[in-house]
């Protein structure tokens, strides 16, 4: 039920993009994307709904491909503060969350 | 403007003995959903509460492990016989509403180590 991240992690220089994905094997409700930074709780950053709505308060914009379960977060001219592992989560059933294994972005000068 | 609060910030145990951890959601959140983060690793779910109720105990990791929230707000993670393996960060989060279409807001989480 854990969803599936790619890349495990990738390094970035300031200005540079980045794509992180997120596909599941079951039908999903919604999408959520949070990132961690080392020694602190993980922190939102958006939702995609079915249907296309989104929420999230981040310059940071993503996708949501129901069809093919898929998930997308763009990152784009990445910043010093982008650091951090980043997660998508899935909720499969409606009722809980499953998150995966997290991509590691670091971001240098 | 409180967050979510987690007590204690840190645990040591020695292996075997039982163990409480404790969560304050946001006020008025209904939604309470624990988590387990072992070094280095990913976010693992435990359990889920909506107000007093666990719809969902599937990712409790053994019978060790049990869960309960009272007056729809705090909420309790107890291990008992605690093993090493049990040696994580144990992070709660509350949400506004009980479908997924809410953000999630997480606490500072507990360090849990067993000697």
């Known amino acids: 039920q854990q969803p599936v991240q790619s890349p495990q992690a990738v390094i970035l220089r300031e200005g540079e993009d980045a794509v992180i994905n997120c596909s599941s094997s079951k039908a999903l409700y919604s999408v959520h994307w949070y990132r961690q930074k080392h020694g602190e709780a993980p922190v939102f950053l958006m939702i995609l709904l079915k249907g296309g709505e989104q929420k999230g308060h981040e310059k940071i914009s993503a996708s949501f491909n129901e069809k093919k379960q898929q998930s997308s977060l763009y990152l784009t001219a990445s910043q010093l503060s982008y650091s951090g592992t980043y997660f998508c989560?899935?909720?499969?059933?409606?009722?809980?969350?499953?998150f995966g294994a997290g991509t590691r972005l670091t971001v240098k000068p | 403007g409180a967050g979510v609060s987690q007590s204690p910030s840190n645990k040591v145990t020695e292996k075997g003995k039982d163990v409480e951890l404790r969560c304050d959601p946001i006020?008025?959140?209904?939604?309470l959903y624990w988590y387990r983060q072992s070094l280095g690793l990913g976010l693992e779910f435990l359990i889920y509460?909506?107000?007093?109720?666990?719809?969902?105990k599937s990712g409790l990791p053994s019978d060790r492990f049990s869960a309960e929230r009272t007056g729809g707000s705090v909420s309790t993670l107890t291990i008992q016989r605690t093993q090493q393996e049990d040696s994580a960060v144990y992070l709660c989060a509350s949400s506004p509403g009980g479908t997924l279409s809410y953000e999630q807001y997480f606490g500072p989480g507990t360090r849990l180590t067993v000697t």
């Open positions: 989560g899935t909720d499969p059933s409606g009722n809980d969350m499953r």
């Open positions: 006020s008025g959140h209904t939604a």
């Open positions: 509460f909506q107000g007093n109720s666990a719809p969902d």
